[in-house]
């Protein structure tokens, strides 16, 4: 039986003059367990993605277009795997304490080979469900996302304010000017 998050391939059909068409979907990766948000290595020779296989959600590497075999990324845990275009590396985030780990790997003929994974920030940041937290910029050196808040410097949040009758409040405080 199909898993919910099963890896599929779209070919598109077309070029820049006559526009891109999608073709027909086919399956890279079917199995009984959730596969999701997978990445292609800068060559397009390698797809990494993330699967509760092991009972929880690794990173695996295969290769693209297959046949081959699997490889194991992270060790404890991992999501949004995210390929660095200027060194050997992949990013991934850890669960619960949401921090970045790299791990440098080798390419040897079909075989893919990653060192053991190290964080490469200690900073935490805040995820976002269903979609990507974070990305690499293409220098490799540096991360888009947004920080998790300070547990310190956290404002209080215990009020409600309600505006009825908005639109009129709002020609109160910004009255239309003529043109």
């Known amino acids: 039986q199909a898993g919910a998050g099963d890896l599929m391939n779209l070919a598109m059909d077309g070029d820049e003059a006559l526009g891109w068409k999608p073709g027909k979907p086919t399956v890279f990766l079917s199995s009984p367990f959730d596969e999701r948000e997978p990445m292609f290595s800068p060559d397009g020779r390698w797809l990494a993605y993330h699967s509760n296989e092991s009972g929880r959600n690794e990173v695996y590497v295969r290769p693209f277009p297959g046949p081959g075999g699997k490889w194991q990324v992270s060790t404890a845990g991992g999501i949004g795997a995210t390929w660095s275009r200027t060194r050997r590396e992949l990013f991934y985030a850890t669960l619960g304490d949401n921090r970045i780990m790299v791990a440098p790997y080798t390419v040897d003929g079909d075989s893919f080979q990653a060192a053991r994974p190290t964080v490469w920030s200690e900073s935490p940041f805040s995820l976002r469900p269903r ?49």
């Open 131 to 179: 979609q990507r937290s974070f990305d690499l910029h293409p220098d490799g050196d540096r991360f888009a996302l947004a920080a998790a808040p300070d547990a310190k410097n956290v404002v209080k949040q215990d009020k409600i304010v309600f505006i009825f009758n908005f639109f009129d409040e709002l020609r109160r405080i910004a009255p239309a000017t003529a043109r």
